[in-house]
């Protein structure tokens, strides 16, 4: 049962313009999301977080969004960039318990130059 | 700051072999997890610790072992290995409120 779904395995996208990705979730107790982002040979590094309270986190070029009631959120990178060219993870936890992050199967995004 | 690290870097094992793969953090974090990545997947959780002394499994901890004795350490144990096992295996930790940290990951390959 995969709770934290990224239906996109990849995506493309031209320097300069918004890439967005797309995370869906099926447990409602999920009350903090995280994207992870990861170049190859390395481990994934945190990129932004939201807390079920907000609707959207904003820092820098990157924006999430999150619709609890469709149980959806999305990263907005604005503008792309060569260097965000990297796999996206999206990740779901509970805050009142043992905080297991769940991971999505990523998205892989390229940024043309 | 050396942040999390994991050793070794790579390993290769024969089928029924056992391993440790460390995983050390200098941050003072409770919390810790492994994690495993199969190509085209999300990372799985297979075990995790919320501190020294206590551990817990994760969605995939069968053919695995952890212990917590301190802190800082979170050695995953891999009895008997298979070729379903190989994989690239995370470290990471966190504190109570805030995000985790990845290690660079461990390369494992079962033949």
């Known amino acids: 049962d995969q709770q934290v779904k990224q239906n996109s395995p990849s995506l493309s996208v031209q320097e300069g313009r918004i890439s967005i990705l797309n995370c869906d979730y099926t447990n409602s107790m999920f009350d903090y999301f995280l994207w992870y982002k990861k170049y190859p040979a390395e481990g994934p590094t945190f990129l932004i977080s939201i807390s079920s309270i907000k609707d959207k986190n904003e820092d820098g070029r990157f924006t999430v969004f999150l619709n609890k009631s469709a149980k959806h959120l999305s990263l907005h990178i604005v503008p792309s960039q060569p260097g965000d060219s990297a796999v996206y993870f999206c990740a779901a936890t509970t805050t009142s318990g043992t905080y297991k992050y769940i991971f999505g199967t990523g998205t892989r995004l390229k940024v043309l130059a | 700051n050396a942040g999390v690290t994991q050793t070794p870097k790579f390993r290769i094992l024969k089928i029924g072999q056992s391993m440790t793969l460390q995983c050390a953090q200098d941050?003072?974090?409770?919390?810790m997890y492994w994690y495993r990545q199969d190509p085209g997947m999300g990372l799985k959780l297979i075990y995790y610790s919320v501190g020294a002394g206590i551990t817990d499994k994760g969605e995939v901890p069968n053919g695995y072992n952890v212990s917590r004795s301190t802190t800082e350490d979170f050695p995953l144990r891999l009895e008997l290995a298979a070729p379903s096992q190989t994989s690239v295996y995370f470290c990471?930790?966190?504190?109570?409120?805030?995000?985790?940290?990845f290690g660079q990951g461990t390369r494992l390959t079962v033949v």
């Open positions: 990471a930790s966190r504190p109570r409120n805030t995000e985790a940290f």
């Open positions: 941050m003072n974090h409770n919390y």
